[in-house]
């Protein structure tokens, strides 16, 4: 994506859920406190994510206002929770009530759905800057591939906020508090961006397990059709969801738009977002690794070596941790306007070394499913999103479909952890 399509969407803070009307007892987490790299709480213990959206830094955040953020789950359970952030923040996050319900339409909620969060028993939690939060668990269970409108009223928040700027995905906005309505009436104001809340988990099925996939603006779905859930995982999530053999359920979104492997720029490369974005979700067994081509196409020298170190980076971290690595191939982009030869020549070594090195546990050719037969430094014109970088929602299915859902069975003992 370019640099003014990304700074455009970058929007300022101003510009099936059954659940019981008493909450379970009280719970309170381990918060973190260095901003930008804290450590995040310990997940509870058996939950999987069912959504996730990467941190960033956003604009500056403003109080007293209520955000209705519409998610969609992937895998089902009991026990929502959710994850709050003032990661990128400098100052105190005062967030005075916070909601889960299910989305009817816009921003109206199903009848007696909204349920009330506690964050360690109490209503209000204060975030400091770095800290990330989980909530109490709600009673009740959530089903798979339900919208979700969870609603936080920002009683205190001043300097940069912490969201995901591109959602492709509406949610609302309004002033004052208005978090446990169910009505629509108050959220006038339409948000392409989410705010403060970077993770959903639930107590999933005995056995079921989540992947993360970790990318850039592609996996971020940019030329996707926006409310339509077209990104490529979640093509992936469908196809999980209807698998009656796979057990891994949940599929976390850890992409950002103009993110590097290597270097910070649009966002905290991929090696200093690892642990935050992808290894403090709790039930993941696999990572999709979908980086490489800001990297290569930034014109900072990048080579094919330099950038091969970055994986086994994060592949050796993500070993650690107990997850399996499916490496993805860098799509071609001939035609963007900064493509040359010696950048192809780049992806062309980058790419040989993803699927012959044997470093990861698995690989997802996306180059090959989505290039040209008649020039293969191009994507093919069905697949084209029209800037001969991104996919169109045809090319997100087909990198989706080509994904081996055998491949995302880690073995590792990740799950649980």
């Known amino acids: 994506m370019s640099g003014a399509v990304r700074r455009a969407l970058r929007v300022g803070l101003t510009g099936v859920l059954a659940v019981g009307a008493a909450l379970l007892g009280p719970a309170h987490v381990p918060t973190a406190t260095a901003a930008g790299t804290s450590d995040v709480p310990a997940p509870p213990a058996r939950s999987v994510v069912t959504w996730a959206a990467a941190a960033d830094r956003m604009g500056d955040a403003g109080g007293d206002r209520s955000y209705r953020l519409i998610v969609r789950t992937t895998v089902g359970g009991t026990g929502l929770r959710v994850r709050v952030s003032n990661v990128f923040g400098d100052r105190p996050l005062v967030i005075g009530r916070a909601y889960a319900g299910i989305r009817e339409s816009g921003a109206r909620l199903r009848p007696g759905s909204n349920q009330k969060l506690a964050f360690g028993g109490s209503a209000s939690v204060t975030l400091a800057p770095g800290e990330i939060r989980y909530s109490d668990p709600l009673p009740g269970r959530v089903a798979a591939m339900s919208d979700l409108g969870l609603s936080l009223y920002v009683r205190e928040a001043g300097g940069p906020a912490t969201g995901h700027a591109m959602a492709l995905r509406t949610s609302y906005a309004t002033s004052g508090d208005h978090a446990a309505e169910e009505r629509d009436g108050a959220y006038t104001q339409r948000l392409g961006s989410w705010f403060y809340l970077d993770a959903v988990t639930v107590e999933a099925d005995r056995g079921a397990g989540a992947v993360v996939t970790l990318g850039d603006s592609i996996t971020d779905g940019w030329q996707s059709t926006t409310d339509k859930d077209l990104r490529w995982p979640d093509f992936l999530a469908r196809r999980l969801h209807a698998s009656p053999e ?51 196409k930034a014109h900072s020298g990048v080579t094919a070596a330099a950038l091969t170190t970055g994986y086994r980076e994060i592949i050796d971290r993500s070993h650690a941790a107990g997850l399996c690595v499916v490496g993805a191939t860098v799509l071609p982009f001939k035609g963007w306007s900064e493509w040359d030869l010696e950048e192809e020549a780049v992806r062309a070594e980058v790419n040989e070394w993803i699927r012959t090195s044997g470093e990861f546990d698995a690989v997802a050719d996306f180059d090959e499913v989505l290039r040209s037969p008649y020039d293969a430094q191009r994507i093919l014109p069905t697949f084209d999103g029209g800037d001969h970088l991104h996919p169109n929602d ?9 994904v081996a859902l055998t491949a995302l069975e880690c073995d590792r003992g990740a799950l649980g952890r």
């Open 246 to 296: 796979s057990t891994v359920r949940g599929v976390a979104n850890a992409g950002i738009s103009g993110n590097q492997v290597l270097a910070d720029g649009a966002a905290q490369s991929a090696l200093k977002r690892l642990d935050r974005d992808v290894l403090s979700l709790p039930g993941v067994r696999t990572v999709v690794l979908f980086e490489g081509v800001n990297d290569i």
């Open 394 to 402: 045809k090319g997100m299915q087909a990198m989706a479909d080509s």
